[in-house]
């Protein structure tokens, strides 16, 4: 294998985990220009078969993706009762989650804003700022408002489910609730 092919390579790997998303083959060739489209789709499946690369067909196209060791996803959890938020921890802790605690509202705020979740467990009744008001600035933030929320709250779940889901929550799970 030549020394240009290797660099070729290297081009599209640090181009797609730039991206830190699938690309579709047309699209990686037009940004690696330097090259015919032959020589980039050649580079693609020489990164398939060792294993860096991998590509999904969708309809007509191929999106490749980097098959290298994602980071942790970060799961926030704003429960009060220690025991409760301890539970949920112990439940979902694992290589494949980063997990953070927060025991009132505004220390959950706070951690929200410097640990920045992807998913966040919450309880609706907190010292501090409340669940719903907690969902309703998450959801209106263009910073935050992607983040999964999951409302797990003791409360009339007919209402606050109604409530949350208003509020932009993705889900709710009633208490008492089987790990």
């Known amino acids: 294998m030549e020394i240009d092919d290797l660099r070729l390579e290297q081009d ?8 830190d998303k699938a690309m579709e083959t047309n699209e990686i060739i037009k940004e690696i220009s330097n090259v015919t489209p032959e020589e980039v789709k050649g580079a693609l499946v020489r990164l398939r078969a060792k294993e860096k690369l991998e590509a999904r067909n969708i309809g007509q196209f191929d999106f490749w ?5 994602q980071k942790p996803k970060k799961i926030l959890i704003i429960e009060d009762d220690k025991d409760i938020n301890n539970l949920i921890r112990l439940t979902l802790e694992g290589e494949k989650y980063e997990i953070k ?3 009132d509202g505004n220390e959950g705020l706070t951690e929200i804003n410097i640990f920045k979740p992807d998913l966040l ?3 609706l009744m907190l010292p501090g700022t409340n ?3 907690i969902c309703k600035k998450i959801k209106s933030n263009p ?3 992607n983040i999964i929320i999951v409302i797990v709250s003791a409360a009339d779940a007919t209402v606050n489910r109604f409530f949350g889901i208003q509020y932009g929550a993705d889900y709710y799970i009633k208490k ?3 790990p």
């Open 12 to 19: 599209i790997l640090s181009f797609l985990r730039a991206r």
């Open 65 to 69: 993706y980097v098959l290298e060791a």
């Open 101 to 103: 605690s927060a025991y």
């Open 121 to 123: 467990i919450l309880d």
């Open 131 to 133: 669940g719903l008001d």
């Open 143 to 145: 910073e935050t408002k």
């Open 176 to 178: 008492p609730f089987d």
